[in-house]
């Protein structure tokens, strides 16, 4: 099966292999050993000589790490948002009572770095910027560089939902200067659900002293003083830890300028295809996203028929909009183990599954 939706993604034989094997003593030395393993080749695939947690948990629980480790009731944050994603990361820091200051943009429209001057201009006394890399609902990826070197300009912590981007797209967290970088397991890093990856730089540890969000399972004091003993506070999720490892040494051995070319490959040729198919592409394409791409879905064309002949005629599995994109957009998830031979077929599938779900 091609399961072609933005995460769950598909996992190599390698990853399945190993997260079929027998349970360990989550605090015995085997399990530290493994935990220092990928601890130190996240570092590398995040480019950060910061420190990295593990949490189990899904891409939510990473990105509501980032927060209540962070702030403060209280404490003005500007949240950025362009989409479904970026919706959530406001929400949620409203939920533990930060005073948020929106900027948001049309969905389907890039985060425009102006915009982002200009509110931080304005609003003196925020504390932290928070914004989304790679925009899942709409298929953008938004210019994080350029952002957080303004947020930066103004001295803020940056603050970064790259579930759906780091380790597919270049995000060299150190020299972006980002402080806290949330992923998950089930997106580009090939693995089952169960795992997010927060990065934590010096600046955020400062914050973090100062931080009165309320915080428990959370809680990075906890999950660094457990990481120095080989250890998470609670009982990690151990067959994705297998998983995650086996994936790593997948993603290492093919180096990170490798995969990024290859997400890029195979992104164009599903941009390509998608227009040569009479489609057209929700984003502008120059932010279109190499993990996700978001179709528009002309007048007459059934999506949900469209969707159910490439399942259940092809084997392909393709994700709807969200929220108000429903009905307005489909999406072909490619990031992680995807090659173009993947995007080929699914392309073909595409071409012929058309016609028949077209209304006259
Ligand atoms: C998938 C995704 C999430 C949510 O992750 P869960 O693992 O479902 O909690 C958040 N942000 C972005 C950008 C995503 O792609």
Known sequence: MQLRIPGPTPCPPEVLQAISKQMINHRGKEFGELLHHITAKLKELFQTKGDVFLLTGSGTGGMEASVVNTLSPGDKVLAISNGFFGERFTELAEEFGAEVKRLAFDWGKPVDPDAVHQALKAGPGIKAVLVTHNETSTGITNDLKAISA?????????LVDAISSLGSIDLPVDAWQCDV????????????????????????????????MPRY??????????????????????STCYGLAAALDIMLAEGLPNIFARHARVANMARQGVKSNGLSLFPDEKYASNTVTAVKIPEKLDVSKLLQILHKEYNIVLAGGQDILAGKIFRIGHLGWVTEKDMEEILKALNEALPEARQP
């Open 150 to 158: 303004i947020a930066k300009e103004f001295d803020k912590l940056v």
């Open 217 to 238: 399972y959370w809680d990075f004091t906890k999950a660094k003083s457990y990481l120095e003993k080989g250890q998470t506070p609670w009982t990690p999720a151990v």
């Open 181 to 212: 970088v949330a992923t998950a397991s089930q997106k580009g890093w090939m693995t089952p659900p169960g795992l997010a990856m927060v990065s934590f730089s010096s600046k955020a540890w400062q914050a973090h002293a100062k931080a009165k």
